[in-house]
């Protein structure tokens, strides 16, 4: 997205504006339900906790996920010692768990997270333009 | 070691090569919000080289190999934590943090608690992270430099480093450092890639770990020398012997003076400061207190309580620490909204995974060729010498000069960013206007005071004073994001007292450790890794406190929430910064252009 052409030298006049009173492409109704979200309505004080509600249950659930599965594992290597001791072609089992697999998983949750949230994302704005 | 003239080649072309992007770069940035922000207007994948540019520091790029050279399968989790914290950053803090129009932690603190003393306590613990980060970097680069020209005095290597970062960061601020740090991304990645393949082809070739007359990394023996080795003990070390051996000293050892042929019997041993070792090849290595002795053990996981405790500590403080480092949460702020903080955070744990599987493997082998380092504990240096370790001539020359030279770059953009994040709080606080003039002067001082103290505090190890800094950082702010954030009822007097308590604690245990270490080494591990206990007393103290003063819930505590968390399209987020900075003619020509790049 380089844009370098068009970019004018510091030293220049305010470019000239448009200016349009009304969009008539966007919906009223948005704008007074954005209104609305920003005048604090009992309605919409509701609405945003709700969704912040969604978004914070979403972010805790990934959250304990990782717990669960990479928190867990000093304690598996701690009270199964005989663990360490198993190979895998080659290749220790805990520097497999914790050299290799922690980063796919990682960046697993992260992608899965990133696709939740802005699904979430979505459906609020759905609803607040409907 | 003699003088590697490819190294020095290698960190001149980096020095310049940063230098150069930096001043390009720089010749654009005019405005305040150029400096401070880059002007909100940087892409995601840009972004994230630049954040995992900045994020690589002398602690992942030399630290990370060293720590695996040394304690094996318990190292492995600096680098999950790295990594994972970046995902408890992007489900807790990205995409709100944006959104809050923030532009420092600080004035996150004020926009959602509206307190000035806040603002005020928390610019002192951003100052304060940042020096405790900043230093360790600086006497690396000095430590660097002294291995690869011998006979540069210590102070030299920081020096070059401070005052290259400081033109930079003069030059163009944030705008300038973000393109510099993305180039030194890809440079650091190459910089591991490139010598863990050829080390690795070279290392099958010769037949493995028997071919060339090392330990196998599965055997229950001590490590052995697969050459003479000849070391100088530069601080005093207790080493404990499995395996007897003969070996040659000269100096302090074990209480009294010696020049000659020593026996070591099974046990520990003491050798002061100052004292030449010798080692004929094939003996078994000594090994500094603490690490384990012989391969079987470092290859399994710690299975003391201790080690237990120690391993959750680390992970806790790293995974919650990471979303409290001032340079870190600096480059969220020039993502140009919430979503995009989010989609940056996604390529950020992408390129911190491809990199790190790099420093493992070279710790892996460094353990096979250059077990002499476990002798003196300077375990940071493997990445710099394996490469000649295993093929002496051109070709490891060449090969250490590239690690070198990725070391540099680790130095400059970490320094880079600490210096860009300090110098941006510093010069809008305390009624400052963020001004490009305040900006420039905050980076002089964000730059040099933590070279005046890099060379006056003595050595100590990378990775403990910026595994400290993460605790600090987890302990201080990541309570008052993660409440802030998520919990509409905390107050400002109750995120300042768990900013207190918690980093009084850590401080605390900080001081605990530096005096046992000069009185005889007492402090248990704990002390080392205080975050397990820290960060659920700091988030206590919050919620406690919070609760006890629930009439000081700011006003407007339901509207700033909607504006975190609304989604980008419906057009909440405001800037705080437009409003205060640069003058009208500057906003005028922001308003409508675009970053160039």
């Known amino acids: ?130 | 070691m003699e003088l590697n003239l490819w190294a020095v080649a290698g960190i001149v072309a980096v020095g310049l090569a940063t230098f150069t992007i930096g001043f390009r770069s720089a010749r654009q940035a005019s405005t305040t919000q150029d400096f401070l922000v880059a002007r909100r207007t940087v892409r995601s994948r840009r972004n994230a080289a630049a954040v995992s540019g900045e994020y690589l520091s002398a602690a992942s790029f030399l630290g990370v190999a060293g720590l695996v050279l040394k304690d094996g399968a318990d190292a492995l989790w600096y680098p999950i934590g790295f990594t994972a914290g970046y995902l408890a950053l992007m489900l807790f803090v990205a995409a709100p943090l944006r959104r809050s129009g923030a532009y420092s932690l600080p004035d996150f603190a004020e926009a959602r608690l509206g307190s000035r003393q806040l603002r005020g306590l928390s610019t002192v613990f951003v100052v304060f992270i940042g020096m405790l980060y900043l230093v360790p970097q600086l006497q690396g680069a000095g430590l660097t430099l002294s291995q690869i020209v011998p006979g540069v005095p210590l102070w030299a290597g920081a020096v070059v480093v401070a005052v290259l970062v400081m033109v930079n960061v003069l030059g163009g601020g944030m705008r300038a450092i973000t393109v510099v740090q993305a180039f030194q991304y890809w440079l650091k990645l190459f910089a591991l890639a490139a010598p863990t393949f050829v080390l690795c082809v070279l290392f099958l070739r010769d037949g493995g770990a028997g071919g060339v007359g090392g330990t196998g990394l599965a055997a229950p023996l001590p490590p052995r020398f697969t050459s003479a080795a000849e070391i100088d003990v530069s601080t005093d070390v207790v080493l404990q012997v499995r395996e007897a051996v003969l070996l040659w000293a000269d100096g302090a050892v074990d209480g009294g003076r010696t020049t000659g042929v020593v026996y070591w019997g099974p046990g520990e041993h003491t050798v002061l400061a100052g004292t030449r070792l010798r080692f004929a090849a094939d003996t078994a290595v000594p090994v500094v207190e603490g690490a384990p002795v012989d391969n079987a053990t470092w290859l399994r996981p710690g299975s003391g309580v201790g080690d237990l405790f120690t391993t959750y500590s680390l992970v806790f403080a790293t995974f919650l620490g990471t979303m409290g480092l001032p340079h870190v949460l600096t480059r969220f702020y020039t993502n140009p909204d919430g979503r995009a903080a989010r989609r940056t955070t996604l390529h950020v744990m992408m390129l911190l995974s491809l990199f790190y599987l790099f420093p493992i493997v070279l710790g892996a082998l460094a353990r096979i060729y250059t077990p002499e380092l476990l002798v003196t504990g300077g375990t940071d240096a493997a990445v710099l010498i394996l490469p000649l370790k295993v093929v002496p001539g051109t070709l490891g020359q060449v090969l250490g000069a590239v690690t070198a030279a990725g070391a540099f770059a680790a130095f400059l953009s970490t320094s880079s960013g600490l210096v860009v994040s300090v110098a941006g709080v510093l010069s809008t606080s305390n009624g400052g206007r963020g001004r490009v003039r305040d900006f420039r002067w905050a980076s002089v001082i964000a730059g040099s005071v933590p070279l005046g103290i890099a060379l006056v505090l003595p050595h100590g190890d990378v990775s403990i004073s910026v595994g400290l800094s993460f605790a600090l950082a987890a302990s201080t702010f990541c309570p008052v994001l993660l409440l802030g954030i998520w919990w509409p009822r905390i107050t400002w007097v109750g995120a300042a007292a768990g900013m207190c308590v918690g980093g009084g604690l850590v401080l605390l245990s900080l001081a605990i450790t530096t005096v046992s270490g000069f009185t005889g080494g007492w402090a248990p591990a704990f002390f080392q890794q205080p975050a397990l206990v820290t960060v659920p007393v700091a988030f206590l103290c919050v919620f406690l406190l919070s609760k006890a003063t629930a009439s000081k819930v700011p006003p407007e505590t339901n509207r700033i929430r909607m504006r975190m968390h609304a989604p980008d399209r419906l057009g909440f987020i405001r800037d705080r910064d437009t409003a205060r900075w640069g003058t009208a003619e500057e906003r005028s020509r922001l308003a409508n252009g675009r970053h160039r790049r």
């Not at chain 1, 339900?33 to 604090?40: G, H, I, P, R, Y």
């Not at chain 1, 914070?56 to 867990?72: E, N, P, Q, S, Y």
């Not at chain 1, 199964?80 to 960046?107: D, E, K, Q």
């Open chain 1, 1 to 130: 997205m380089t844009d370098g052409t068009t970019q004018p030298k510091p030293p220049r006049p305010p470019r000239r504006k448009r200016v349009v009173l009304a969009d008539s492409r966007a919906p009223v109704t948005v704008l007074r339900t954005v209104l609305e979200l920003e005048e604090q309505t009992s309605w919409a004080e509701e609405v945003v906790r709700g969704f912040i509600r969604t978004q914070f249950w979403t972010a805790v659930k990934l959250a304990l996920l990782v717990i669960g599965t990479l928190g867990a594992l000093p304690l598996v290597f701690f009270l199964a010692p005989g663990l360490s001791g198993v190979t895998v072609v080659g290749v220790p089992l805990p520097w497999i768990l914790l050299g290799i697999v922690p980063f796919p998983l990682l960046f697993g949750l992260a992608y899965w997270y990133n696709v939740l949230a802005e699904r979430h994302e979505r459906d609020f704005v759905d609803m607040v333009e409907k």
